[in-house]
T-cell receptor, first 111, second 117 residues
Framework: SQQGEEDPQALSIQEGENATMNCSYK?????LQWYRQNSGRGLVHLIL?????REKHSGRLRVTLDTSKKSSSLLITASRAADTASYFC???????????FGTGTRLKVLA | EAGVVQSPRYKIIEKKQPVAFWCNPI?????LYWYLQNLGQGPELLIR????????DSQLPKDRFSAERLKGVDSTLKIQPAELGDSAVYLC???????????????FGPGTRLTVL
């Protein structure tokens, strides 16, 4: 079963625009991670945010976490065609080592 | 540093045939995961190893799936017999757990795409 649900399921934007995708989850978590998956490839870790953090930055990426709303967002600024991929959130459930992945957002950046 | 290696990359078999996937994790990573990813979905955990011990195999369909991690390094995942519904991508990942496991970054291999005819 998949805990996280990404929204939107698909997103198409122009190069240079910002892309925002959201992740909602159901149970308490220790941390939340975002991964990128290019077509036909494995997943690449982007960023981890812990349950006691509210915002984190890495290059053009900004992640927020609202544990009261059980949601997280990933913002990619000044998008590039190379950002075209599927993006998944993975929640680390409290009291376990298990990560549960969401259903993903398919981002397409048009040149 | 070499990443997670998986083989084969692609496999096509007839239903009821056996199939095996191999994974070599990043050197020094003691935790290894096998995931199943259906088309358009996120990965779902099948089994997690800490060294050579399977510490979470609750999602592994044990009637047809088996896995092993001898000597706590390489791992194989086997399906016998394969069914049509097993067609998917099988991903292997590894991480370096520092005694807690919380917040471990998982490094994924490219996956094996299985097609069962």
């Amino acid at each position: 079963s998949q805990q996280g649900e990404e929204d939107p399921q698909a997103l198409s934007i122009q190069e240079g625009e910002n892309a925002t995708m959201n992740c909602s989850y159901k149970t308490s978590i220790n941390n939340l991670q975002w991964y990128r998956q290019n077509s036909g490839r494995g997943l690449v870790h982007l960023i981890l945010i812990r349950s006691n953090e509210r915002e984190k930055h890495s290059g053009r990426l900004r992640v927020t976490l609202d544990t009261s709303k059980k949601s997280s967002s990933l913002l990619i600024t000044a998008s590039r065609a190379a950002d075209t991929a599927s993006y998944f959130c993975a929640t680390g459930r409290s009291g376990t080592y298990k990560y549960i992945f969401g259903t993903g957002t398919r981002l397409k950046v048009l040149a | 540093e070499a990443g997670v290696v998986q083989s084969p990359r692609y496999k096509i078999i007839e239903k009821k045939q056996p199939v095996a996937f191999w994974c070599n994790p990043i050197s020094g990573h003691n935790t290894l995961y096998w995931y199943l990813q259906n088309l358009g979905q996120g990965p779902e955990l099948l089994i997690r190893y800490e060294n050579e011990e399977a510490v979470d195999d609750s999602q592994l369909p044990k009637d047809r799936f088996s896995a092993e991690r001898l000597k706590g390094v390489d791992s194989t995942l086997k399906i016998q017999p394969a069914e049509l519904g097993d067609s998917a991508v099988y991903l292997c990942a590894s991480s370096s757990s520092q005694g807690g496991g919380y917040g471990d970054t998982q490094y994924f291999g490219p996956g094996t795409r299985l097609t069962v005819l």
